[in-house]
């Protein structure tokens, strides 16, 4: 038997993955009857609904033949890889992580990590433009976040601060 | 008349210099982040949050507002010039907007988009004043059973008229019931699917979910593409006024639009975005004249429809949250947010309590439209101007705004890594051709959904068939029933299918 339509018969595995492990979840909490639902009762019954919509997508994925197979495609990692680190990154210098002994950064250090890391992920790197603009949304950041709407963000890293 | 006291009293309120400053304020940055594409109300309005806390809670509403039906006129012109959706909810924009901008008809094409707003937003924020009192009354009448049905039939609602596999958008949905569900639950204060990490037990925050879906989401699969020329006609806007066969073309298209998008606004899982889907959809099964320019080939109504159907829809998707407390999509969540800071529980007893608050928002959404007309087609070359500026440099900073938005609302960096997550799941939603608005919706609607429907069989004693017994309920669920039936008969699946597809 092969997969018809690969997007919708992975699509149904994940739907019944996902489903299955909140349901298995759920009978870990009292489940309760329909009078006095207990905390398991909700997500017990859309868990196992779950389940059989994506049992349903993936039969019919199987079944059901489509033009082109509805190929997934080729997964590109560079730009999921680079924004997501520079999101860590940003987070990381921000708020600084104890467990490696760093301390926070502040949002100063951190914008600049963040563009300069995301500004990887697409497919011109131009180093002198990034530097320019990074400083720009930290002039612009500055401004508006801590100057004007007042918000509580750490700016500069806390040795320097005290 | 009432109508008329409520309406004075609105106005009374709106026009105050304070206010009136604050609406431009939302206008301007509405329209701003609606002509940027990649970043949306949502990451907007998230940022802006905490920044409400000093403002009275009149002007944050409105300012708020202002952001939400402002980013409708913004995302046309973006959807226009560059054939980029400026925001998700004018992705039908670009078929034909594009296509006559490529004729050199941009200028007529942003000034129906405009009218079009202008005209809907009008028109809406009279059905919002209009309707909003006797849906309150009808409200009070509403037990859990009858939320419960009602948020059926929303979900329903917002699957059924979505495009692609209906299934699919169901599994979604119930996905996002699921996620909704993480955290403690109120009843019995037990911790649910949290893994012992405190910051899980307060729920997913949805401002993380959505920009890590909706933001990032989108930024990756943008960049994955390969890169395409795309012509950016920002010289060639002349002639904004449309000719008089456009005008005899547009205006039942607006007419049509506005309707559709009223009505799909007040569905609890309808708005901006289901508004412009369907009306391009039945403007696209309107039979043309002869001679007309076909769809997807630079279509004035193609353009005048679904621009009219967001705008109406934006203004009209406050009446599930004002009358009801129900957000009917993720930015009405977040108004929700904004109520609560101020000690504003939404729901049917606003309008009675906060009078001066209730009439004041939909008069400022009057006077809000006024400015964005006068912002959007005067001002439109300011616009086109930002236009010009480079997706690589756009991208890092749209980045930066999710980060720092969803730091603000918890001050924690703990979001931080869930939108990162987030993001990564929107790439693979993406990858499998599954939809996350459905998902979203879910995930707002949870909590209420099992707490309703907690309460509904408490009352009942566990008899489930309390749903049908009662007859506001029962005619609820008939509603979600007929719309799945419907879209299920075999001869109107295929039309369906057939008015999804993009050509």
Known sequence: ?162 | MDLIANLSLGFGVAFTPINLLYAFIGCILGTLIGVLPGIGPVATIAMLLPATYALPPVSALIMLAGIYYGAQYGGSTTAILVNLPGESSSIVTCIDGYQMARKGRAGPALAAAGLGSFFAGCVGTLILAAFAPPLTELAFKFGPAEYFSLMILGLIGAVVLASGSLLKAIGMIVLGLLLGLVGTDVNSGVARYSFDIPELTDGIGFVAVAMGVFGYGEIISNLALPEEHREVFTAKVQGLWPTKQDFKDMTPAVLRGTFLGSALGILPGGGALLASFAAYALEKKMKGKPGEVPFGKGNIRGVAGPESANNAGAQTSFIPLLTLGIPPNAVMALMVGAMTIHNIQPGPQVMTSNPELFWGLIASMWIGNLMLIVLNLPLIGMWIKLLTVPYRWLFPAIVLFCAIGVYTTNNSTFDIWLVAAFGFIGYAFNKLGMEPSPMMLGFILGPMMEENLRRALLLSRGDWSVFVTRGLSAGLLVAAALMLVIVLLPSIKKKREEAFVED
């Not at chain 1, 996902?18 to 398991?40: D, E, H, I, L, Q």
């Not at chain 1, 697409?122 to 930290?138: Q, Y």
């Open chain 1, 1 to 162: 038997m092969s997969i018809k339509s690969q997007k919708d018969f992975f699509s149904g595995v994940v739907f019944m993955a996902v489903g299955g492990a909140f349901a298995w979840g759920a009978t870990n909490y009292t489940v309760g009857n329909s009078a006095r639902m207990g905390p398991g009762y909700f997500p017990l019954m859309l868990g196992v609904l779950l389940a059989l919509i994506g049992a349903v997508v993936a039969f019919k994925a199987l079944v059901i033949e489509t033009e082109d197979g509805d190929k997934i495609g080729k997964w590109i990692w560079r730009p999921v890889g680079y924004i997501v680190a520079a999101n860590l990154a940003f987070g990381v210098l921000l708020g600084g992580l104890p467990s490696i002994h760093l301390p926070a950064m502040g949002m100063v250090i951190a914008i600049i990590a963040l563009t300069l890391i995301s500004a990887k992920a697409g497919t011109e790197f131009i180093l002198k433009e990034i530097l320019i603009l990074s400083a720009l949304l930290v002039v612009g950041s500055y401004v508006t976040f801590i100057l004007l709407l007042k918000l509580q963000i750490p700016v500069w890293p806390t040795f320097i601060t005290g």
